[in-house]
């Protein structure tokens, strides 16, 4: 897999059938922020793709998406459970979003990290059965 994995906005975007001032001011950035990163002028940062994966997750999901439990999913360990914040405090749901959770016991403290393990991952898969749009490198 592509060790620099980028999200495609422009594709969330048309998902979710919204212009990009509409976009920008969910996600909270500028319009020109939204502009660049469709125009291949520069790549989302971390904040940005985050927010647009949980606007698409909350749309094919709705009030369901909390229901969603990774745990349960991947079947972790009594220990596994233990060990991790996300089980502790319940968000289950948004694992892929928390930053320095332990998942199958490795610990993902970045975002690059956390998208490479995410992305291949069959909870993350359940919620965006559709997958990730991501931008391809130019040939």
Same mark, same amino acid.
């Given at each position: 897999?592509?060790?620099e994995?980028?999200?495609?906005? &422009?594709?969330?975007? &048309?998902?979710?059938?919204?212009?990009q001032?509409? *976009?920008?001011?969910?996600?909270?950035? /500028?319009?020109?922020?939204?502009?660049s990163?469709?125009?291949?002028?520069?790549?989302? +940062?971390? /904040? @940005?793709?985050?927010?647009?994966?949980?606007?698409?997750?909350?749309r094919?999901? +709705?009030?369901?998406?909390?229901?969603?439990?990774c745990?349960?999913?991947?079947?972790?360990?009594?220990?596994?459970?233990?060990?991790?914040?996300?089980?502790? /405090?319940? *968000?289950?749901?948004?694992?892929?979003?928390?930053? +320095?959770?332990?998942?199958?016991?490795?610990?993902?403290?970045?975002?690059?990290?956390?998208k490479?393990?995410? #992305?291949?991952?069959? #909870? #993350?898969?359940?919620?965006?059965?559709? +997958? @990730?749009?991501?931008?391809?490198?130019?040939?």
């Amino acid at each position: 897999m592509n060790s620099e994995l980028i999200i495609d906005l &422009k594709v969330i975007r &048309k998902d979710l059938d919204l212009n990009q001032s509409e *976009l920008a001011a969910l996600i909270g950035v /500028s319009e020109r922020t939204i502009q660049s990163c469709e125009q291949g002028w520069r790549n989302p +940062g971390q /904040s @940005v793709e985050k927010a647009a994966l949980l606007l698409m997750m909350a749309r094919r999901h +709705g009030a369901d998406l909390e229901k969603h439990r990774c745990w349960d999913s991947i079947n972790c360990t009594d220990e596994e459970r233990a060990n991790c914040l996300v089980h502790q /405090s319940h *968000l289950g749901h948004v694992c892929w979003l928390l930053s +320095g959770n332990l998942c199958r016991s490795r610990n993902l403290r970045t975002w690059d990290d956390k998208k490479q393990a995410c #992305f291949e991952c069959t #909870f #993350f898969q359940e919620l965006l059965p559709d +997958g @990730v749009p991501l931008l391809t490198p130019d040939a």
